[in-house]
């Protein structure tokens, strides 16, 4: 047989690579900041909630390829409340995860041989995609004063097979929060050149939430350029349920639920259940852990003011720091060495784009804050 060359051509899964690294997986001295984990289990009552739903038989038999209904109108309703709009359920479809709700927007929008415009460091399953997909990325540079990228960048971008603008933000890798106003730029971008500007806000929900993280809901025409793409995973710690969603406008949802009928039919049904509780009942809980998380990257920001430090903390927030490390070796190297000689546990830059060989992914939410001063120390004994 002869494997598709676009598929070929793709990079090994990241984190599967890094983990390969590992010689101890059960090593208590490891620190673990490679994957994006919740270092908590789901709330006690949504795990009560959902053994007694699955033992009486609920979320065994499919959904519609739009998912539940009680979950798109709780999602409609909580998406108006934080970004002061008016959502509907049927703007709603209910996917696999985030990443598999990336992938469906994207096969409904581009063909082989069309071009996306990506923000650098871009998120790897996104770049993976597009290369499987045999779609071209074109990216903005990276900001090395705020990783936030540059509107302006755009217009050298376009060609006549550009089909959208992908931004995340809060970031993946960087954790940084790009503005109201750079997004909104973006966005008018985006609609003057007919493209789909598609924002990845998987973790909205750990950035302050009594302010909306842009205004493109409250655009009357939003449906016609907007695409919004959200996890459960994260926020209600259900990363193995696999629970995402997308919020477009009808034009779009028509064809995206041609590629989910294909690709997975529906949504996992007791993720579904786990989602639509937690909006419902876990309120607090929520902003319990946006407030440990805040917390945690100003820990981790105040560590790296160590002195004698030479790794530099280009950007933090929500889960992820991105750092810049002092060696003139790629960043695949670097991680390698500090895994097999220091026991630290991150994702090189290199998996994140071109020319990120010199930065470095720390995903801080499942390490405990108490362990930062112990990773700086590591840190400095590896310069």
Known sequence: MIPNTHV???SAAPIAEVWSWIKQTDSPKLIDMCQAVPAYLPAQQL????????SSGEGAGYTSLEGIEPLRNALAIDISSRYQANIHADDAM???????????????LCETGDEVIVALPCYFNHQMWLTIRGITPRYLSLNTESAIPDPAEVAGLLSNRTKAI??????????ATYSPECIEQFYQLAKQHNLAL????????????NTPPHNLFQHADWRDTFVHLYSFSKVFALTGHRVGAIVSGKLLQEQLAKVQDCAVICASHTGQLAATYGLAHL??????????MSQRAKALKEAFTAPGLNYELLSVGAYFAYVKHPFDISSLLVSKRLVEEFEVLC????????????????????VDEAR????????????
């Open 94 to 108: 209910i996917t696999a995860g985030c990443n598999q709700a990336f992938c469906a927007v994207i096969d409904a």
């Open 198 to 209: 598609i924002v990845d806000e998987t973790y909205r929900d750990f950035i302050d939430p």
């Open 372 to 383: 930062f001063p112990e990773l700086v120390e590591r840190l400095i004994a590896s310069q």
């Open 8 to 10: 070929t051509q793709c």
């Open 47 to 54: 795990r009560d909630y959902l053994g007694e739903a699955i």
């Open 283 to 292: 309120h607090d809980w929520k902003l319990e852990k946006y407030h440990a």
């Open 166 to 175: 992908v931004l995340v933000s809060p970031n993946n890798p960087t954790g």
């Open 347 to 366: 994702i090189p830059g290199v998996f994140f784009g071109e020319g990120q060989e010199q930065y470095l992914r720390f995903a801080f939410a499942n």
